[in-house]
Nanobody, 126 residues
Framework: QVQLIESGGGSVQAGDSLRLSCAAS????????VGWFRQAPGKERGFVSA????????DYADSVKGRFNISRDSAKNIVYLQMNSLKPEDTAVYYC???????????????????WGQGTQVTVSS
């Protein structure tokens, strides 16, 4: 059974950077889609970014394009989310999730992701 463990969250100032990590145990990401979602206080959880393990295709929410970068280290079975130029509106709990079987395209709906991490808090102050 695969487990996902996020790390790298914290409290930073606007304009700073953070790198989140999502480490998988129990299963390789080799044929999965791994995504990052976030939930701000009082808001629904929403898609941030995802990467297809089969070919490295990535996608991003409009709100983070040009600032965030998702990548993977296949050897270590870790997916990273590099977050630059952070804004207060990026404050949220960030979750890593895996869609175990890749059906050919990145899906933005959290319902397609079967395995979830526990979340890591990111707080950006102005």
């Amino acid at each position: 059974q695969v487990q996902l463990i996020e790390s790298g969250g914290g409290s930073v100032q606007a304009g700073d950077s953070l790198r989140l990590s999502c480490a998988a145990s129990g299963r390789s990401f080799n044929r999965s889609i791994v995504g990052w979602f976030r939930q701000a206080p009082g808001k629904e959880r929403g898609f941030v970014s995802a990467i297809r393990s089969v070919d490295g295709t990535t996608d991003y929410a409009d709100s983070v394009k040009g600032r965030f970068n998702i990548s993977r280290d296949s050897a270590k079975n870790i997916v990273y989310l590099q977050m630059n130029s952070l804004k207060p509106e990026d404050t949220a709990v960030y979750y890593c999730a895996a869609q175990i079987k890749d059906y050919g395209a990145i899906n933005y709906s959290e319902r397609r992701y079967e395995v979830w991490g526990q979340g890591t808090q990111v707080t950006v102050s102005s």
